[in-house]
């Protein structure tokens, strides 16, 4: 009996991981919440080898052991690819707050507490619903705002906050499913940024994901300021059109990153939302702030320094 279990629990592992390393292969959008999953995937595989060695002891299991930590550990080698550690002594030179609505019934009084407390110069909120009715939620604390007042914009899913005034504001919606990009140019220490805030759409749906990443790269490649861009990507940084369009447009990222999704998994999750940039920006820390996603929101703040050219 002991070894009829074993063999189930072999194959099932080796199923998992043959899935797992179809990445490895082809990029098949299906699959992709696999490909955001591996680090787990292959953690779990590893447990229930491990477990099944309690059992009956077996050159294979060692063999799938190895595998498992194979596929575990390539994921954080990619996550650090696209990392950038800020210039030593650079001091925070803007505090950016990004927030993403989980649940329409999220408590407003909690959410505008949460931001006031992060004290940020910039604010930027997604959600999968609609922002129409908290558009005038924080407008005293930041008066300088864009998202949801175009009359193109209907779906209301992305708005962008800030205390600075902000100049030559876009609106645009990337695929047919309504993904959207706010975009605005604002000073910090004399100099012009251009931010960015987005949301995209699942990558298990189709490959409206990739679509959606190539429009913004079209428009990134007309922008001459540094970027900041922000926002819920809807895909970890390992997932194939994520590292393509971080690669394409030379833009870097933070590691170690919070873990935002599943919100069920807690720290083990993997991160959907995004903070990016390029020089002379750099991100000296983030945090979040939203106690684990318990009232209906996801909060990241974010210090953000700027150094030379």
């Known amino acids: 009996m002991r070894h009829i279990v074993f063999c189930v629990v072999c194959t099932v592992v080796s199923i998992m991981l043959l899935i797992v390393c179809l990445r490895y292969v082809s990029n098949i959008w299906p699959l992709a919440i696999v490909n955001a999953l591996q680090m787990q ?8 080898v491990l477990l099944s060695n309690i059992f009956v002891r077996h050159w294979y299991s060692l063999l799938l052991a190895i595998a498992s930590v194979v596929l575990a550990a390539h994921p954080t080698l990619m996550l650090g690819e696209f990392a950038r550690a800020p210039a030593p002594g650079s001091g925070p030179a803007l505090r950016l707050l990004t927030i993403k609505i989980l649940d329409d019934a999220a ?5 505008k507490k949460t931001v006031d407390e992060a004290n940020a110069d910039v604010v930027i909120m997604t959600t999968t619903g609609s922002l129409a009715g908290r ?3 924080m407008r005293q604390s930041y008066p300088f705002h864009a998202g949801c007042d175009d009359s193109a914009n209907s779906r209301c899913t992305v708005m962008l906050l800030a205390r600075r005034p902000l100049s030559d504001l876009r609106f645009q919606l990337l695929s047919p499913v309504g993904s959207e990009l706010i975009s605005a140019t604002l000073s910090i220490e004399g100099r012009r940024v251009r931010v960015f805030a987005t949301r995209l759409s699942k990558t298990w749906f189709d490959t409206f994901h ?5 429009n913004i790269t079209r428009i990134l ?4 300021e540094p970027v900041l861009l922000a926002g819920d990507f809807s895909a970890p940084v390992i997932v194939a059109d994520m590292r393509w369009f971080l690669g394409n447009n030379r833009l870097s990222s933070v590691y170690p990153e919070p873990a935002t999704w599943p919100v069920l998994l807690g720290p ?7 903070v990016f940039f390029n020089a ?6 983030i945090s979040r702030t939203d106690g684990n996603g318990k009232l209906g929101y996801i909060t990241l703040l974010s210090n953000i320094a700027i150094g030379e050219n």
């Open 41 to 48: 995937i292959g953690a779990l595989c590893l447990a229930i």
């Open 221 to 224: 490649r007309e922008t001459k």
């Open 135 to 137: 558009r005038d939620l």
């Open 268 to 274: 083990l999750g993997v991160s959907n939302d995004h």
């Open 107 to 111: 408590d407003d009084a909690a959410l």
């Open 280 to 285: 002379p920006l750099s991100v000296l820390s």
């Open 210 to 214: 990739s679509f959606e990443l190539f």
